[in-house]
């Protein structure tokens, strides 16, 4: 799996969206520019987000690094996959970063690899300032710069009142999945290891069966779980046949439930015994409709378990743009055949 300065962010429309009583309308450039953080859940920095239109309706938001329009070829390779995924798709290109010249060079690129004619708009944003690549009339974009006020767009007031949050920036989304420290961190190696001990004792059928009881507890409240459990549920997302068991639970409609426990787990969890509990929190989020945090999970994930199955799955999911709605099917294929390489570990006397 490659850096995260080639990983994008897919961000299909969610079911926060979804709670917004009236249509939200984008109004012109300064509803753009303060929308554009709540629908990625954090203030973003050298990027160029995409927001894809199909029909009038924003169909998802794709966020891609800055270096990423460095290697056109790649930068090329992924804009087609977005296209793919919603052919006859209208744009709206939002560039962010210090260099303004770099920002609107790749802003042009991407005109460029889209089509001009399919581009509703590019705007670089600075600050609180954006500035349109698309219209050049001094009264309404003048050279200086058009100042917005987020708190005052209505597009931003409605993602608000919808539920939809924003942190500071993307590192901010890093301290959902923050390791212990220190002693605990000792403690909580020492408990994944005495978790890994007892499931061999279990076996597969019994250690099954209390993963399906730890599924059932945590769902219904993670705050039920005591640092045991947790750790018990970390070191059984070791093994890929109880990842299989924990997949059939995951839907749609339970996915943020699913969210909040795969999150308890990993932050019970030493850093260096994370990377199964991460890959199963970012496919919940992906699940939820939460891309940014998939991508979170995912880049710090490929450092501990490059190898797994799931991650590459979950890396294919990103670079193709795929919404959530493709959840059931995708589970479904995963069943009829094997969903985690031989790379991955599964239960057995000899581990």
């Not at 029909?55 to 790649?74: I, K, S, V």
């Not at 050049?136 to 200086?144: A, G, L, V």
């Not at 001990?197 to 705050?223: F, M, T, V």
């Amino acid at each position: 799996m490659k850096s995260d300065k080639h990983i994008q962010d897919s961000i299909p429309t969610g079911p926060d969206l979804e709670l917004i009583d009236s249509p939200l309308r984008l109004r012109g450039g300064q509803d753009v520019a303060s929308l554009v953080p709540y629908l990625l859940g954090f203030h973003p920095q050298d990027s160029i987000v995409a927001l894809v239109c199909v029909d009038g309706r924003l169909f998802m938001t794709a966020r891609m690094p800055l270096d990423m329009a460095d290697h056109p070829l790649e930068f090329d390779d992924q804009i087609r996959r977005i296209a793919d995924r919603a052919q006859d798709a209208d744009w709206i290109l939002v560039g962010y970063g210090n260099d303004r010249s770099r920002v609107t060079d790749a802003l042009q690129l991407s005109r460029d690899l889209i089509g001009s004619d399919r581009v509703i708009d590019a705007l670089y944003v600075s600050g609180d300032r954006y500035w349109s690549l698309t219209c050049t009339s001094p009264s309404c974009c003048p050279s200086e710069g058009v100042r917005f006020d987020a708190a005052s767009s209505p597009a931003a007031l409605q993602a608000v009142v919808a539920g939809l949050q924003v942190v500071d920036s993307r590192e901010c989304l890093q301290e959902r999945i923050r390791p212990p420290r220190g002693w605990t961190a000792r403690a909580a190696r020492f408990r994944v290891d005495d978790a890994h001990g007892l499931i061999r004792q279990l076996g597969r059928d019994a250690a099954l069966q209390r993963l399906e009881e730890l599924l059932a507890s945590g769902l219904d409240d993670p705050a039920d779980l005591h640092p045991e459990d947790l750790a018990m549920l970390s070191a059984l997302a070791y093994y890929g046949d109880m990842r299989d068991a924990a997949y059939r639970q995951l839907s749609r409609a339970n996915a943020d439930k699913h969210v909040q426990l795969w999150q308890a787990v990993v932050r019970a969890t030493a850093r260096d015994d994370q990377g199964c509990a991460l890959a199963m929190l970012g496919l919940a989020c992906w699940v939820a409709g939460d891309g940014a945090m998939q991508v979170v999970c995912m880049d710090r994930a490929s450092k501990l378990v490059p190898d797994l199955g799931l991650l590459q799955i979950l890396d294919d999911i990103n670079r193709s743009a795929a919404p959530p709605t493709l959840w059931d099917d995708l589970v479904a294929d995963m069943f009829a055949g094997d969903l985690d390489q031989a790379a991955d570990c599964e239960l057995s006397e000899e581990e």
